[in-house]
């Protein structure tokens, strides 16, 4: 689609095309070869390997376990990529190098090589499904991707590219026996993470209304990014403002190409003009792939506590319980309004610097507080307690397999000082829960041990969290989000996930009136059905 192209008039591009070549002026397969001989990594030279069927992802187990099923798999086509070995970025499942296509310098690209794991197999289906459905314009582009059992030759760049991943702690987890190596050829975002690029931009603007419009703008497409998902048979489960919600910069559009964006929901359009900046989602390793008649049911909690919904921490104590572990777009819908806080707050990841890395985060409005001492420690042993009754062979299987779910899934020991602090902060930002306001929370473990310390705190005459909360009364969220704005992010941020409005009713509330477009026989570019296929269970 020409809105996603790149432009080769884009100065970031342009600047990447000057590092790939030493002439412009020399011819094309002479430039090609020079870049070989100086460091370029041609991968048909190695043991690079990919899947033709994508219906059919190989178990990475199966090809451990059996090296010669990598060698059946076709060859990667002839590919040459160039790096400086400048690392971009590095998660929990790989890390980001720069990259230039020598074929194409004009496509502004990284490389993420990983372990190639189940979860690297997941994202690939992931990236293929959104980039053939392409119902959004806030998902990466994925240019390549194949596996190997090496890494890239010790030449130019790829020299620092094969130190850094020697000293990364992730890359030496388990057996180097038979390892596999994943590679993933993605659009560059080049604005880094979503909350430090707006923590820029805010100091930028000439005024609080250029904030609320972008604010408006980026909002949408997050939402509606959010809806478009499920869509393509996935919901993401990780989402976060400072995690893996990125920047990337629009290209300068071709003259052939609309001075709008415009999106569809149903028959409704909406437009804006083409932004500079557009937010793109990216890491998808523990995506849930939907498929008919599957559950939405969850024995794992996935996304970052940063950003983590309050049904993914508040489940019944015994499984015919009311609050069961359901994942759906409501849960997405809330790390998206912790991520929109965010790009207000400050970014989730700054501490405080006259505190232990583990104390006090600095822009966090939950983390931000200091919890009880006591309270960690009740999640320890709420832990434990789990465990004992998993053990105990009186008890019945049933009740045994739940609270092994829950300890393994949900109430993870070395997160307790951190989910104390998550828990008490929640509580004083968003108000105390109990059965009126979510039916069922106060027939659950966490919700139980919150009151007991609660109770404690009041009998001793110290402070404990109001009944209504206090979020949106803070200066920095009245001062940059609209009226409007709080109040969608006010509905979004609710304990109970069914009060949550659904994404199609957030696209369709009043904040997104002015972009409702004027030409509502305008050719949408992005388009996604009125229905939502992943709202919460009616009969949940």
């Keep these: 689609q020409n809105t996603e192209q790149n432009s080769k008039d884009s100065p970031a591009v342009g600047e990447k095309r000057k590092l790939s070549t030493v002439d412009s002026n020399r011819p094309k397969k002479t430039s090609r070869l020079l870049d070989s001989i100086r460091g370029g990594w041609d991968i048909s030279n190695t043991n690079t390997r990919v899947i033709a069927n994508y219906k059919e992802l190989p178990n990475s187990r199966e090809l451990q376990d059996n090296p010669e099923k990598l060698s059946s798999l076709p060859s990667a086509t002839k590919r040459t990529y160039m790096t400086k070995g400048e690392k971009k970025g ?93 590679y993933l050829v993605m659009e560059n975002a080049e604005g880094g993470t979503l909350a430090s690029f707006f923590q820029h931009y805010r100091d930028n603007v000439p005024s609080i209304e250029h904030v609320w419009y972008t604010l408006d703008v980026t909002m949408f497409q997050l939402v509606f990014s959010v809806a478009a998902l499920p869509q393509c048979g996935l919901l993401h489960r990780d989402l976060g403002g400072s995690n893996n919600i990125l920047v990337g910069f629009v290209p300068r559009p071709n003259p052939e190409d609309t001075t709008d964006w415009v999106f569809a929901v149903g028959d409704t359009k909406f437009s804006f003009p083409r932004p500079s900046f557009k937010p793109i989602m990216i890491d998808y390793g523990t995506a849930n792939h939907l498929a008919r008649n599957r559950s939405l049911k969850t024995d794992f909690r996935y996304t970052t506590l940063r950003y983590r919904a309050p049904e993914l921490i508040f489940i019944s104590d015994s499984q015919p319980g009311t609050l069961q572990p359901w994942y759906t777009t409501t849960a997405d819908l809330f790390s998206i309004g912790m991520s929109i806080l965010e790009i207000v707050l400050g970014d989730f990841c700054q501490r405080r610097k006259d505190v232990h890395r583990d104390d006090i985060y600095k822009c966090h409005p939950f983390m931000c507080y200091k919890c009880p001492q006591d309270l960690p420690k009740r999640l320890e042993d709420l832990h434990e307690h789990l465990l004992s009754v998993e053990k105990d062979s009186e008890e019945t299987k049933e009740n045994r397999d739940w609270c092994r779910m829950l300890r393994k899934g949900f109430i993870d020991k070395g997160e307790s000082k951190l989910l104390a602090k998550y828990l008490w902060g929640m509580y004083h930002e968003l108000g105390v829960p109990n059965d009126d306001t979510w039916p069922g929370i106060e027939s659950t473990h966490v919700w139980k041990l919150m009151n007991d310390v609660i109770q404690t705190r009041k009998n001793l005459n110290q402070n404990v969290p109001s009944p209504d909360g206090r979020l949106f009364d803070k200066p920095q969220l009245k001062q940059h989000f609209s009226e409007s704005q709080r109040d969608i992010l006010r509905e979004i941020l609710q304990y109970n996930p069914k009060r949550r409005p659904d994404v199609i009713k957030v696209l369709q509330s009043d904040l997104f009136d002015h972009l409702r477009a004027k030409d509502q026989a305008a050719k949408a570019t992005w388009t996604i059905s009125p229905k939502n296929p992943c709202s919460w269970p009616t009969h949940a």
Excluded: C
Aim: charged fraction near 25%; aromatic fraction near 10%; avoid cysteine.
């Design 90 to 182: 590095e998660g929990t499942f790989g890390i980001v190098f720069d990259v230039t296509d020598v074929a194409k310098p004009e496509q502004n690209q990284v490389m993420k090589i990983s372990i190639a794991d189940s979860g690297f197999f997941s994202e690939i289906l992931a990236l293929v499904k959104l980039n053939k459905h392409r119902k959004t314009p806030n998902i990466p582009r994925l240019f390549n991707w194949f596996i190997s059992d090496q890494l890239p030759p010790r030449e130019g760049g790829w020299s620092k590219v094969n130190d850094i991943i020697a000293n990364s702690s992730q890359f030496r987890k388990g057996s180097s026996t038979n390892r596999l190596y994943g």
